[in-house]
């Protein structure tokens, strides 16, 4: 986590407008899935950068609020709205786990994250995010992420650190790529698939592969303990991974 604070304080201290002043196309495409649903209450960004979709949700009539890890995003997110004398934007400096873990049972209508699970996390990691996400979210809320894919001409660049991890240092960070299958996996029993498509954004120089996600929190938190094994020590990952992964 120290490592990922101090590389993106970097590349946002390096360039303020890193990815643009304009929201992401996945907010665009996110915006689809969130108006279609029956309720649609509280936004909460993980990774928000320095705010660009959080703004735009905001705009958009969200009660939007989120987290960076980068101090240096948050700053650059807040010092833009206090400059412009636009309407704030509610974005925290912090690890997402620790924000989700702070927000109460139930109490936002859509958990949405661009390009942040692909960061350093072990699987571990996300389901622990996960759980806590489908904790956050009432049944029918949704769940809507964006992530690199396997596909993406990036992966198994730099060096190796975990399955489908490497790391892309000094071109970029540490990089988890996305399958269909270990999407499948994280969404669990916990949520069901609303939406799901695999993009290439970026521009000629740099293209990169993205999937874009929208699950639904499909069953109360006393199912949350409830997950298919995969990776466990007891169940061996091998055979859970025989299982349950899909091909590519
Ligand atoms: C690829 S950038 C995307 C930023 C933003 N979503 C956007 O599209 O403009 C990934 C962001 O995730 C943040 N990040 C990385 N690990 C994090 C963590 N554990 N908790 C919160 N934010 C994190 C980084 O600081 C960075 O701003």
New binding site residues.
């Given amino acids: 986590?120290a490592l990922?604070?101090a590389y993106?304080n970097q590349r946002f201290y390096e360039d303020p407008e890193l990815?643009g002043t304009r929201e992401?196309r996945f907010a665009r495409w996110t915006l689809r899935w969130v108006r279609g649903s029956r309720k649609v209450g509280p936004l909460i960004e993980?990774?928000?950068?320095?705010g660009?979709?959080l703004r735009f949700f905001q705009k958009k009539g969200f009660a939007a609020r989120g987290?960076?890890?980068?101090v240096e995003?948050v700053r650059i997110g807040t010092s833009a709205d206090a400059a412009s004398g636009a309407r704030p934007i509610d974005l925290a400096a912090?690890?997402?786990?620790d924000y989700l873990k702070a927000q109460p049972t139930g109490s936002a209508s859509v958990v949405y994250?661009?390009?942040?699970y692909n960061?350093?996390f072990t699987e571990r990691e996300h389901l622990r995010l996960f759980q806590e996400v489908a904790r956050v979210l009432p049944v029918g809320g949704l769940h809507c992420y964006s992530v690199r894919s396997v596909e993406d001409c990036w992966y198994g660049r730099g060096s190796p650190i975990r399955e489908d991890t490497f790391d892309l240092r000094p071109q970029g960070g540490i990089m988890r790529f996305f399958s269909r299958s270990y999407v499948a996996f994280l969404r669990g029993r916990l949520f069901g698939k609303r939406a799901f498509t695999a993009v290439t954004e970026g521009d000629a120089d740099f293209p990169i592969c993205v999937l874009y996600v929208a699950d639904v929190r499909t069953v109360g938190p006393r199912s949350t303990r409830k997950r298919p094994v995969r990776g466990s020590r007891a169940g061996g990952m091998r055979s859970a991974q025989r299982v349950l992964r899909a091909p590519r």
């Avoid at 993980?46 to 320095?50: E, K, N, P, T």
């Avoid at 987290?67 to 980068?70: E, L």
């Avoid at 994250?113 to 942040?116: D, G, I, M, P, R």
């Fill in positions: 986590m990922q604070r993106w990815f992401s993980l990774g928000a950068g320095y660009r979709d987290v960076d890890a980068s995003a912090g690890e997402a786990l994250s661009n390009l942040l960061m350093d």
